[in-house]
């Protein structure tokens, strides 16, 4: 059966998605014996801007 993705379902993929990742940074993070800068925490998340070299 061909199953044809709505906005609805690519949304909560999405969603979904991002929610695994910010799960998987805060495992990372609470392994880690260090705190995270925030830069590096936007990075992963892929939010805020690239600062300049």
Do not use: C, K, N, W
Request: charged letters at 20%.
């Amino acid at each position: 059966m061909d199953h044809d993705l709505g906005l609805g379902e690519l949304t909560d993929r999405a969603l979904s998605q991002e929610i695994e990742l910010v799960g998987a940074l805060v495992a990372a993070a609470s392994g880690s014996a260090h705190r995270l800068p925030d830069h590096e925490i936007d990075t992963a998340l892929g939010v805020g801007t690239p600062s300049a070299p």
